[in-house]
């Protein structure tokens, strides 16, 4: 919050609210001392819907920083498109990288600083990296490894769309306007 401007005396109020969680466990009807989290917070909680949020502005920010550098190029959705590195909606992030090696080393470089600074860590069990068709196939596992992230072929759904749409757009949102209609 610091680094995004917030006055000291407002961030301090905050985090001594985040800061000021404690947790007893009961078990056999005897409690156990009082446990202080270090990391993370209470899901659940109604701060940290806000506090997330705050916290997951550094990353965009981070990775247009790297844009604006050119260490990230990110992706164009047409010829004279602005190019765009990434899209984000609620806790889910779709990222746009060339597949260049400095790019990837460059977006696990921000991600690594990330994770450091907020606190939020990448889960790269539940992570995937789709490659575009023109990416060889060994250098999709190369960098698949580099990410730490499972390869894939396509994507199925995103948020009940199927990805990609391509062409066939008209199809694909006559089915879910059927489903609509449906209900």
Not at 27 to 42: K, L, V
Not at 73 to 79: F, P
Not at 124 to 135: G, I
Not at 151 to 177: A, C, M, S, T
């Amino acid at each position: 919050m610091k680094e995004m401007g917030f006055a000291k005396k407002w961030t301090d109020k905050i985090m001594s609210c985040a800061r000021s969680v404690r947790y007893l466990v009961k078990y056999n009807n005897i409690f156990s001392d009082i446990i202080i989290p270090e990391r993370g917070h209470r899901k659940g909680d109604t701060l940290s819907p806000y506090l997330f949020l705050l916290c997951m502005e550094a990353l965009p920010r981070m990775l247009m920083e790297a844009q604006n550098k050119n260490s990230l190029k990110g992706i164009r959705a047409s010829i004279k498109g602005p190019r765009v590195n990434h899209l984000f909606f609620a806790d889910d992030a779709l990222l746009f990288v060339k597949n260049k090696k400095s790019d990837i080393e460059s977006l696990i470089n921000i991600l690594k600083v990330f994770a450091n600074v907020s606190g939020q860590e990448i889960n790269y069990e539940k992570s995937m990296v789709l490659f575009s068709y023109n990416t060889p196939r060994e250098q999709r596992h190369n960098f698949g490894d580099l990410l730490g992230m499972k390869v894939v072929e396509k994507l199925d759904n995103y948020l009940g769309l199927p990805l990609p749409i391509g062409k066939k757009k008209k199809r694909v949102f006559q089915e879910i306007i059927n489903k609509l209609s449906c209900r």
